[in-house]
């Protein structure tokens, strides 16, 4: 199972997210579940490194499947819209396999 963390500051924001574990929908190389985890997170921390000026801190390990990730200093709109549209499609992927395969929960952060 892919436990995922969505972590928020005290104003309800998302300051980042934490990923561990795999599907284990289908063997490795044909595990559509962990494709589309992957395919909405990579897409999401290229497209905050491309697209805005926000800085982050990243951390991962492919074999445990670990991504974590946590946004530095101010987030501008365009990377809080990016990162709210990361949650939302991986609350899509939970309905879609009705939690079999993703659980995501939230975590309120300080000082971050």
Do not use: W
């Amino acid at each position: 199972m892919i436990n995922v963390t969505i972590f928020k500051n005290a104003d309800n924001m998302i300051t980042g997210f934490k990923m561990l574990g795999h599907a284990n929908y289908s063997e490795k190389g044909s595990d559509i579940v962990c494709a589309a985890v992957s395919a909405l997170v990579i897409n999401t921390i290229n497209s905050i490194e491309h697209f805005t000026s926000d800085t982050f801190d990243i951390n991962k390990d492919e074999d445990k499947g670990l991504i974590e990730f946590h946004m530095l200093g101010p987030i501008s709109s365009h990377g809080n819209l990016l990162l709210n549209s990361l949650a939302y499609g991986l609350q899509g992927i939970v309905e879609e396999y009705e939690g079999k395969y993703i659980k995501i929960s939230q975590k309120k952060m300080s000082g971050r």
